[in-house]
Structures are given as C-alpha cells and as structure tokens.
T-cell receptor, first 115, second 111 residues
C-alpha cells in the first residue's frame, strides 16, 4: 500500500534555530496537510495546501511557520525560529482530489524536541 | 465550535476483555465521525467511520455507532488482542471541513 513518508523521525534543535520537517506524500495526491500533537494534548490542525498554495491555516500557524512543495514530490514544514512550545509530534498527511476528508493518509510523524 | 472529547488513558486490559473507549463530540451541522489508530512507530490509520446518524462503522472487530441524540461515537470491541495495543483517536469532520481530533486514548492489552 502506498504510504506517506516523513523524515527525520526525531529532530532535536536549540531554541531559536530553524528546522525543516520533510514529507513525501503519496504520488498522485493533491491535498497536503500538517498536524501536530503536543505530548498529552490533542492532534491539532496546522495547515492545508492545495494547488501550490495554502488553502487553510490555524491560528497556530503564524509567521514563524511556512510550507513549501519545492519539487513536486516533497512537502516541507519550516519553523524559522523555534520555541520551546514548538516541541511536538508533527504529522504530515495527504489525500487524493476526490473531496472526501476521510481518505487522509498520515505519515508516522517527526518528533521535534526544542531545547 | 467543533470539538471531540475522549476518555482519558491509558486503558489497560487483559487479552479477550471487552473494550469501550468513549468519545463525545460538539459540532454544528452534520459531521462525519472517525476512529483512527496509531500502532507503535507507525502513522495514523483510519480504523472506521460513520457519515450519518445511526450509521455503524466497523473494521477488524471494532465497532462504533453514530449517536446524534447523545453526540457520541464510542469505540467497542468484544475481545481485544495484544496486537490491538495502540493509541486510538476519535475525530470529526464537518462537511467539506478539516479533521478535528480528540486527544487520543492509549490502549495496552496484556497477555
């Protein structure tokens, strides 16, 4: 079965540093998402991306965050200047363009630790 | 607004025990409801779904019924196995909207 791939599985960084989390969505999918889960809390929506632009973002997704699909296969989440509270598990997801939310395929996540 | 509340974990059961994980929701309109599962080291996977009131979603022996009157979507399984140990997430999606998750419930099944 095709899968969404995320790298790295664990990322440790110093506060104030930039990090890039990488995702390779399923190849024929058109909609891409980032979610995150702070330890012990809910999985939170960050951003959705379609047709090379952001289609929706949450209040968490401020100017420190950006997303990019640089080469037609990767989908990246950049945090410009990390804060302690950015420590979380970040999930990438993708779906085909059939309009059904439930056919979301998730990656296994990147655990980001900001020290 | 839309939200999902799940019972607190971790839940620890013996093999072949009956499982219930409670999930209640708040939503405007008529959302679809889902259970996702995350096995250790893997991504979130759709376990089952229901798209309208009184629908029952089922998969791998798990069931959940969309109860509009009680705004609930409790997950049940009659006889759990060690391989069911995972984190279970209840979620909803309003029509055309994004997935909104609960906080997850960790299930640990002992032999």
């Amino acid at each position: 079965e095709p899968e969404v791939t995320q790298t790295p599985s664990h990322q440790v960084t110093q506060m104030g540093q930039e990090v890039i989390l990488r995702c390779v969505p399923i190849s024929n999918h058109l909609y891409f998402y980032w979610y995150r889960q702070i330890l012990g809390q809910k999985v939170e929506f960050l951003v959705s991306f379609y047709n090379n632009e952001i289609s929706e973002k949450s209040e968490i997704f401020d100017d420190q965050f950006s997303v990019e699909r640089p080469d037609g296969s990767n989908f990246t989440l950049k945090i410009r200047s990390t804060k302690l509270e950015d420590s979380a598990m970040y999930f990438c997801a993708s779906r085909a363009g059939d309009g059904t939310n439930e056919k979301l395929f998730f990656g296994s996540g990147t655990q980001l630790s900001v020290l | 607004g839309n939200s999902v509340t799940q019972m607190e974990g971790p839940v620890t059961l013996s093999e072949e025990a009956f499982l219930t994980i409670n999930c209640t929701y708040t939503a405007t309109g008529y959302p679809s409801l889902f259970w996702y599962v995350q096995y250790p080291g893997e991504g979130l996977q759709l376990l089952l779904k229901a798209t309208k009131a009184d629908d029952k979603g089922s998969n791998k022996g798990f069931e959940a019924t969309y109860r509009k009157e009680t705004t609930s979507f409790h997950l049940e399984k009659g006889s759990v196995q060690v391989s069911d140990s995972a984190v279970y997430f209840c979620a909803l999606a309003p029509p055309g909207g994004k997935l909104i998750f609960g906080q997850g419930t960790e299930l640990s099944v002992k032999p």
